[in-house]
């Protein structure tokens, strides 16, 4: 049936009046989600500056301007359709389960009345011509960013897909080793990023970029930063095209094929689909990793149009607003100016791809390439499906399960390292912590790009409850202990470079300061969690009050302090064995230990943050302005405790009914905004559903609508067949059940269970057997307890964010206006003379958290006893020799049988 409805999209369109103007404003809401983000906005301006009669040039999102009146016309869109809609020029994909002779007789059955009408496909040539290039543009960015952009124009480089002459040159021209341009232009402070890729937006011409992110002294030397790069394109022409790294590069590819992993239908269908337009059938799913032409003829071609008479460079900086000759591009109102090169600067970048570099050396041999894909004898336990506990004392904590199931030569090894440096809450060690953080991660680049570009990656970043660092290590198994030892010892034993601080703490303060940039949909998680989060959570205004105290002194005596109490929990899971497991852990454990003199954290300093709780019937409203975003939005969140099965299943069944209504409700008829969503919120091992809407109107107009959508809701489960309810139940269950395509999907599904310390490795199954136990009236219960607007439990949070316009606007009597919106509501069922409460401005939220109390997190769902070094009473010299106990499960049984006594 689905297929069917879906074949007569093609085949015999309603196009309906009415869709057509819901489309129309759909696209200029979407236009509008879209007008401050900084991508689009340089996207624009380069069509702008491409050759007008190109149709590149156009204004691809289009908005309600750009759609004159008889273009939105039934009759307009159904000429287009009749026109242009031509079964010779489409693509079907469909992945299925049945043979493919059942899914062909499918195809041809209903999608066979597709009009073949003959048409051409199209292929353009370039939109930059000669005239178009040589040039300088300067762009003013809505966040604080200095970018730099090289562009060359090329042709489609698609069709070379077997030899990927463009995919060789930006390998080495992105390569971050010592030696290199990346290290070179990093060591004089002038960058911090280099990326270099290719790009077809169409059939018959497309881009080479170079892309770099500056530092704030890099601004000011943006010329020696493209002689740079020319002198590094010479230096690849020098050095002529080498056979060993396209067979490098060739055998990476292989690898990648050969282990790649199972993808979801869905993105299948929809990748293929497209690439079925520009790649023979044969090579559809291969295109993209067979490289198996050595074709130097085309390398070298490649490289003669990266020279400066066929580049643009475009430079996004704050510095340039103002400036006199600047012009405001039509759509997105991007503030830019375009200048010809000048002759002399053209000149040396010619003379820079001549000129014999002394300290550029290009990159070597790869020495991660794993050639060993051997799969590790299966163990006792290897039909087990969930980590297994095999060692717990004073300092660590591991958690091992033998991969079976994808049986890939890779591995998951993740650590967390609890420690006593981030124990003591301030903004000013957020600061310092985060810079040593970033400071750790810049320091590796150089260390870590070769083994990311076999396929083997690291990740350092603060733990979750802000008490540790985590290290996270995915991929080939061959080398991954040699390679996480290498990363722990640069962990316990790092100094941060004095220059690069400096420019590191500037970028932080950056993407401190670019927050309030982002679409306000996007700064809700942030607001709600700095509201509702028990500790060590703070504004970004806080930290950049205190970014000034942080120097490369404060950072150097944090770390001596960091790792002077720890505790490490770990979890190995993928193509290792128990031996491997313990062994990778005994050598991270011996270089942290061998570095500095180490105690064991104690439990009682493993804290957990926990959850604000709103009292049951209480609302609480927090207001904030972005002035930069042209939409308002408004997230309402109601609280529903603790993330026990029972709780968590009822509130996940109430999204899934709500979330196709609420989206045609207040997105496609009332036009609210192109950004309506019902999300979940899990927190500090609470839940809670969160309905947030983005758009146009007032953010107080968004939540009546939001309510009286809402509210609407009760009588739509009450008349609700039992099939059609079964049928919601059957969705989440499938969900839920949906098996995972990649291992490191389900290491991570682990690793959220053991950071969270519930443990709860069988959640899916555990809440399947509580969801197929749900009836109708459960959910109508549920509903009444904790989302109607009467309900006595009901608590509930308002976030609205507005922008400039409707700050300024905004009605300074909040309980009125919500008294207003009560009674529009109509029937909210209030019960036994129970009044709606008014709702409270957060003015201070230091006041607000501390009226409230904490929710309890969730307990363990296996028997286990807290983390760290234990101290119980009288009992502790007993305690202390449980823990030098080899057998760590001897020493637990011990430990519950003193207990009971």
Known sequence: ??????????????????????????????????????????????????????????????????????????????????????????????????????????VVDMFADIANKQVELKRWNHPYTIDKLGSAVQIVPVAEVRDLRLMFATPDLRTYYRSKPDAYIAYILQHEGNEWLFADLKIRGWISELKASAFSPARGFGFFYVDIELTKEGEYEIENVILKIFEAIGVIKRQR?????????????????????????????????????????????????????YRPDLIEMVLNWLVPENMNYEVISRQFHGQEGNQ?????????????????????????????????IPPKKNDFIPTNFELKQTEDESKCKIPSLIRDDNFTRV??????????????????????????????????????????????????????????????????????????????????????????????????????FEELKDEYRLTLKNHEYEEPREQMPYYSNRLLTEDRVWFHEQLIDVIHEVTIDTVNQ???????????????????????????????????????????????????????????????IFEAVNETQPNSAVEILLQAGAAEADNV???????????????????????????????????NGTIGL???????????????????????????????????????IDSLLSDKLEDYNRLIELADTFWSEILDREYNFNRQENECEHLRKVKKTDILKYFDQVISISARERRKMVIKIYSESHWRSRQADFCSNYEKMTEQIGDVRITDGLKVNKPRLITDVTTFRNSLTLDCRVKPAIDIRSAGKRYLGSYSSLSSMLEQSVDSKSAATLTANRLSV
């Open 1 to 106: 049936g689905a297929l069917d409805r879906f074949a007569q999209f093609f085949i015999a369109p309603h196009f309906t009046e009415s869709a057509i103007e819901r489309e129309c404003h759909a696209i200029d809401s979407e236009h509008r989600d879209k007008i401050m983000n900084d991508n689009s906005r340089r996207i624009m301006v380069e069509k702008t500056l491409s050759s007008a009669d190109h149709d590149w040039s156009m204004f691809t999102a289009g908005n309600i301007e750009t759609l004159p009146a008889e273009c939105k016309t039934r009759k307009a869109v159904i000429d287009f359709y009749q026109k242009e809609y031509s079964a010779n020029i489409m693509i079907l994909c469909i992945v299925g389960k049945y043979l493919l002779e059942e899914l062909e007789n499918l």
């Open 241 to 293: 095209p080498q056979k060993w790294l396209h067979d490098e590069l060739k055998q990476l590819n292989e690898i990648f094929f050969r282990f790649k992993s199972k993808e979801r239908p869905m993105g299948l269908a929809q990748g293929a689909s497209v690439d079925m337009q520009h790649f023979p059938v044969e090579d559809v799913l291969y295109y993209n990793t067979r490289m198996d032409q």
């Open 328 to 360: 405001i591009e039509k759509w997105f109102g991007t503030e830019y100016q375009k200048k010809k090169l000048n002759p002399n600067f053209m000149t040396a970048c010619r003379k820079a791809l001549d000129v014999e570099s002394t300290n550029l």
């Open 399 to 500: 958690w091992f399960l033998q991969d079976r199931k994808f049986n890939r030569p890779r591995c998951c090894t993740y650590f967390k390292f609890g420690c006593i440096g981030l124990l003591t809450g301030n903004p000013t060690k957020e600061v310092i912590a985060n810079m040593f953080v970033n400071c750790l991660c810049d320091t590796l680049h150089a260390y870590t790009f070769n083994a990311s570009q076999t396929g083997l990656h690291c990740k350092f970043s603060l733990a979750p409850d802000a008490n540790g660092v985590t290290l996270e290590v995915w991929g080939f198994c061959e080398k991954q202990p040699e390679f996480i030892r290498m990363l722990v010892k640069y962990f316990a034993n790092f100094k941060p470079d004095p220059k690069r």
């Open 558 to 620: 944090f770390i001596n302090e960091l790792l002077s109490a720890i505790h490490v929990e770990a979890l190995i899971h993928g193509n290792a064995t128990k031996e491997d497991a313990i062994a990778i852990v005994d050598s991270v454990l011996e270089i942290l230990t061998s570095a500095r003199s180490i105690r064991p954290l104690f439990a009682s300093e493993l804290k957990l943050p926990r959850e604000y709780r709103i009292d049951g019937g209480q609302m609480y």
């Open 649 to 683: 299943v009822l509130l996940q069944l109430l999204k899934q009914i709500f979330a196709e209504p609420m989206f045609d409700t207040l997105r496609t008829h009332e036009q609210l905004g192109y950004f309506v969503a019902c999300q979940m919120r899990w927190s």
């Open 690 to 728: 969160k309905l947030v809407v983005q758009g146009e109107p007032d953010p107080t107009y968004l939540e009546e609508r939001v309510e009286i959508w809402l509210n609407t809701m009760r009588d739509n489960i009450v008349q609700m067949s039992e099939e059609e309810f079964q049928t919601h």
